[in-house]
């Protein structure tokens, strides 16, 4: 019923910048709120930031505070994370999610509704 598939992830300079895309496939995306995780090999999957279903509120991780921007287009049922000033301790698998409800995307990882595939960014030292 939901489908999101993410694209942007590749290979960036220390530094540099990439911007992933979320898109979202189903009827209703203006009412979720939308997010990004990421995991690192042998870590735990880690929030990252999110965004309510009207754009209004935006959150995140203290690790990425001041250097990536999420946003959403609902007209194109969109999702996009800008990443900027990258680092080493950015490499990782960066997921897509959708919750209904914005407080337990945020805080409640295992509860969330909807999971992308993730896509993969490397940001070598």
């Known amino acids: 019923q939901v489908l999101l598939v993410e694209s942007g992830g590749g290979v960036e300079r220390a530094g540099g910048s990439l911007r992933l895309s979320c898109s979202f496939s189903?009827?209703?995306?203006?009412?979720?709120?939308m997010g990004w995780f990421r995991q690192a090999p042998g870590k735990d999957r880690e929030f990252v930031s999110a965004i309510s279903s009207t754009g209004t509120s935006t959150y995140y991780a203290e690790f990425v505070q001041g250097r990536f921007t999420i946003s959403r287009d609902n007209a194109e049922n969109n999702v996009y994370l800008q990443m900027n000033s990258l680092k080493s301790g950015d490499t990782a698998r960066y997921y897509c999610?959708?919750?209904?409800?914005?407080?337990?995307?945020?805080?409640?990882?295992?509860?969330?509704?909807?999971w992308g595939k993730g896509t993969l960014v490397t940001v070598p030292p």
């Open positions: 189903g009827r209703t995306f203006s009412t979720y709120a």
């Open positions: 999610v959708a919750d209904s409800d914005v407080v337990r995307l945020v805080v409640n990882k295992d509860a969330i509704e909807h």
